[in-house]
């Protein structure tokens, strides 16, 4: 079984900063690693996956995340945060082979101008 | 490309009333995934489907929960009765098979009275 922990609850960071939001999952079988970005009463979207190779994963709106299997991490980042940028984020596990999703229970970026 | 579809957007009911949620997938999607979220909490899958076949519903609580995926296509989601503590946001995603992207509907939320 696999179970992802989101360290920080809440991230209020200022425009044009930069951001990086925490992920560490456990895991006993290799894993595929997701975020998502929830924008308020919107479904879920996917912003970047690791399935396997390169370590550092870009995705959509900038993010990028590094998977770090010693560390068991998978911290997404952004070098320089939008007002649009605000939403919820959560990251996500899978074992490999499996869409069997686990998530985390979110962090939410605020932006301030 | 029209997105997974999910009516009603948000629905007010009183305890110990029956309600029942809809899904249309993405065209051409084979495996349906119906999520409860709860607020401030990631979601969390209670029943997948591969075509019409439920092959995960070990988190789905059998007792008032029940779905059904006919012809492989649209979806429901019904509670019998409903209880305070299902107020939640019920999330529908679709994937064109078990190992792809998922891709999620806008939710119903749920508010039991």
């Known amino acids: 079984a696999q179970s992802v922990t989101q360290l920080d609850s809440q991230v209020p960071v200022f425009e044009e900063a930069p951001v990086e939001l925490r992920c560490n999952y456990s895991s006993s079988v290799s894993v595929y690693l997701f975020w998502y970005v929830q924008y308020p009463n919107q479904g879920l979207q996917l912003l970047l996956k690791y399935l396997s190779g390169s370590t550092l994963v870009k995705g959509i709106n900038g993010f990028e995340a590094e998977f770090n299997k010693s560390q068991t991490s998978f911290h997404l980042r952004k070098p320089s945060v939008h007002i649009s940028d605000t939403a919820e984020y959560f990251c996500?596990?899978?074992?490999?082979?499996?869409?069997?999703?686990?998530f985390g229970q979110g962090t939410r970026l605020t932006i301030n101008p | 490309e029209a997105g997974v579809v999910q009516s009603p957007r948000y629905k007010i009911i009183e305890k110990k009333q029956p309600v029942a949620f809809w899904c249309n997938p993405i065209s051409g999607h084979n495996t349906l995934y119906w999520y409860l979220q709860n607020l401030g909490q990631g979601p969390e899958l209670l029943i997948r489907y591969e075509n019409e076949e439920a092959v995960d519903d070990s988190q789905l609580p059998k007792d008032r929960f029940s779905a059904e995926r006919l012809k492989g296509v649209d979806s429901t989601l019904k509670i019998q009765p409903a209880e305070l503590g299902d107020s939640a946001v019920y999330l529908c995603?679709?994937?064109?098979?078990?190992?792809?992207?998922?891709?999620f509907g806008p939710g119903t939320r749920l508010t039991v009275l």
């Open positions: 996500a596990v899978s074992g490999q082979g499996a869409q069997k999703l686990v």
């Open positions: 995603a679709s994937s064109l098979n078990r190992v792809s992207e998922q891709f």
